[in-house]
């Protein structure tokens, strides 16, 4: 972790699924495993795939994929410090927390776009 950067790490707790950090600021990323970013004000954006069950009663019927873009702005990013921005699925709905250092939650995804 470069000391003069905040490290973000992602990590999605629906199993198997995509979680990829798209934006900063506006900017399009090349690696999409992970945001660094300078201390103070910033706004992410995350892609997260996730599959949605099947109305059937087979475990393998038609589960639906759905691709969602989630914004999480947060002020006060600090140097030297590890960030854990967290994805889960509530069947439709995608939510996104960042986690600072202690575990607690400094930031809700407040935008969610999906496609379909």
């Not at 000391?3 to 198997?16: E, F, H, M, N, R």
Request: aromatic residues 12%; proline residues 4%.
């Amino acid at each position: 972790v470069d000391s003069k950067q905040a490290w973000i790490d992602l990590y999605t707790v629906t199993p198997g699924k995509v979680l990829m950090a798209d934006r900063l600021d506006g900017q399009r990323l090349n690696d999409g495993r992970f945001f660094q970013v300078t201390p103070g004000k910033h706004e992410l954006v995350v892609r997260f795939d996730f599959e949605v069950p099947g109305g059937g009663s087979d475990l393998f019927d038609g589960g639906t994929e759905r691709l969602c873009y989630m914004i999480i702005k947060y002020d006060h990013f600090d140097a030297g410090q590890r960030y854990l921005l967290e994805a889960r699925s509530m069947a439709f709905t995608p939510e996104a927390r960042l986690f600072n250092a202690k575990r607690e939650i400094v930031a809700e995804a407040r935008q969610i776009n999906c496609i379909p």
